[in-house]
């Protein structure tokens, strides 16, 4: 602060009190080439003077000896009064034995007369200055002006040092207003302030219950660290009451709470306060619930499944996703016969090791990366059965996944048709699965998209078939060439009469469109020979073969 004011070559104002006039010169001389110097002989008169001018004075010194009123009296009603209170005061006597009563009334120096060494004066003018200027803007920046509770930096370094010396069970609490902004829009400002400031009030007496502080984090989110407790209802129900006293009429005001129980002391306090504003913000839109608590485990699969979705391109480029190929084999006949193959993909990460589809792929079809897995697998499919063709001489078409999301997508027709061009394969090699979830979309898109991949002559396979309404009512409305029968079915018809049944049915479906079923998940040489007496096509699973790397497969040869 001294360097900014000699820049603009101001001087800081001091109010010298003494009785005696050549006491007064004799300081006047001193001080006045750094400061301003203003006078009173005695303390009623500076107290007169501090009434006109205290917002511009830096520093009294004062005697303590004086007339009309001493030193000692002017010092204890300054301490006392708030407009006077943040002004340093040097105590200037002949007395050392007064010292130590002055520093307990309030005093910041004291000074000997007489005056015989002007350095030190005038340091220790400095010095005391520069400690309560730092001290203001401490205390500025320390709370904030509206509520009275600690800023966000202050507040951070309070529960650091706390830390030192508590070993107390903690929780961190953020507590949000939904949609204040929209209150400070319709109502106002000052009615929005109202009720930060309730909140505040409501928060500063939860603490006085227990030990804890609090912040004003931002314009409506709220920082609460507060030893453990599991009565954070009863606390919100107080402040929405509260609350309702300041409302607004057709304005009912929403408190979401999020709480890290029992905070982890080797996470740094910053991340407790973010793991419980995850549990906070999850609230946003959920008018059934107003407190939800950080879980530390859902968390942390959040955080994995955020990996994968950063690693999902890299592992393309690198090829760490692998096509695995599962046989399907036609037992229409006296011995089964390897018909054809399903493409499936896994994930080889360098590395968290070998990822479960189960983890990855209902995550990308969430947020439409599927497209670009899809696309892969078709590449690498149709690049192995051309291998197959040209190295081996075989020729075995392979199923790959249509997502409800490459449906939607522009350019499926010629993506699919590029690659077979490509690998100088046709139609007939490269076989298209319908998954389940593009059935649940736009009925018009799916039946143009499906009727358009027929006309140029691909086969379509409706996967698991029988898993839902949606599929067996798009029957009605598009034509397919092979129905999946939907796994659990299989899986379940020797322990299940309601899933036998449901095999039968669609067998009969099969046989009233005159298109073959797949059955899936066939383990099992009973699954085997009553699908068989059935009637089924055509069968895959583990009873034949788990999915092999195109390696493996080639023995099935």
């Known amino acids: 602060m001294s360097d900014i004011l000699k820049n603009v070559r101001a001087k800081r104002k001091v109010l010298v009190v003494e009785d005696e006039r050549i006491n007064r010169e004799i300081l006047g001389n001193l001080l006045m080439s750094d400061y301003d110097v203003i006078y009173a002989e005695n303390g009623q008169q500076a107290l007169n003077v501090l009434d006109e001018t205290a917002e511009t004075i830096s520093l009294i010194l004062l005697d303590l000896m004086m007339p009309v009123m001493s030193g000692e009296e002017m010092l204890g009603i300054c301490k006392s009064d708030p407009r006077f209170s943040r002004i340093p005061v040097i105590i200037m006597t002949q007395e050392e034995d007064a010292e130590v009563a002055s520093i307990r009334a309030g005093a910041d120096d004291f000074i000997t007369k007489p005056y015989n060494v002007p350095e030190v004066i005038l340091a220790r003018c400095e010095r005391i200055i520069d400690l309560y200027e730092k001290k203001r803007l401490i205390d500025s920046a320390e709370t904030d002006p509206l509520t009275g509770l600690y800023t966000r930096d202050f507040f951070f370094e309070y529960i650091k040092q706390l830390e030192k ?204 990366l599927i497209q670009k897995l899809d696309r892969y697998v078709w590449e690498e499919a149709a690049t192995q059965i051309a291998q197959w063709k040209e190295r081996l001489g075989v020729r075995l078409p392979v199923s790959v996944n249509v997502s409800r999301i490459d449906i939607f997508a522009p350019d499926l027709e010629a993506k699919l048709l590029n690659i077979l061009e490509k690998n100088s394969l046709t139609t007939s090699d490269l076989l298209l699965e319908i998954t389940e979830s593009a059935y649940c979309d736009s009925a018009d898109r799916l039946i143009e998209v499906v009727n358009s991949l ?37 899986r379940n018809m020797l322990k299940d009469e309601k899933s036998l049944k449901l095999c039968e049915l669609v067998m009969d479906i099969s046989r009233f469109l005159g298109v073959p079923v797949v059955a899936e998940g066939v383990e099992e040489k009973a699954q085997y020979d009553r699908l068989k007496s059935m009637g089924c096509q055509i069968i895959q699973g583990y009873y034949f073969s788990k999915p092999l790397p195109a390696q493996q497969f080639e023995e099935m040869f």
Not at 298 to 303: E, F, G, I, M, N
């Open 165 to 368: 010396y508590n070993d107390e069970k903690m929780d961190a609490i953020v507590m949000d207003i939904e949609h204040f902004h929209l209150i400070n829009e319709i109502y106002g400002r000052r009615e929005g302030d109202n009720i930060l400031k309730k909140i505040a009030t409501m928060i500063m007496a939860e603490l006085g219950d227990g030990y804890g502080i609090a912040s004003r984090c931002t314009a409506d989110i709220f920082y609460i660290f507060h030893s453990c407790t599991s009565d954070y209802c009863t606390l919100a129900e107080r402040i929405l009451a509260e609350l309702e006293k300041v409302s607004f009429e057709n304005a009912k005001i929403r408190l979401r709470i999020g709480v890290n129980k029992n905070v982890d002391r080797a996470d740094p306090p910053e991340q407790w306060f973010d793991h419980a504003k995850l549990a906070c913000d999850g609230l946003r839109g959920d008018y059934t619930s107003q407190i939800a608590y950080y879980d530390r485990e859902a968390h942390d699969r959040q955080l994995y499944h955020e990996r994968l979705i950063r690693d999902m391109e890299s592992s393309i480029e690198n090829k760490d996703f692998v096509v695995y190929y599962q046989p399907k084999y036609a037992i229409d006949g006296e011995e089964p016969v390897l018909r054809s193959a399903e493409a499936l993909i896994r994930w080889n990460h360098p590395e968290l090791g070998m990822i479960s589809p189960g983890d990855f792929i209902p995550l990308f079809e969430e947020n439409g």
């Open 454 to 490: 027929r006309n140029i002559g691909f086969k379509i396979e409706m996967d698991d078939f029988g898993s839902g309404y949606s599929s067996l009512n798009m029957l009605t409305t598009i034509s397919v060439d092979v129905l999946k029968m939907d796994m659990e079915f299989v």
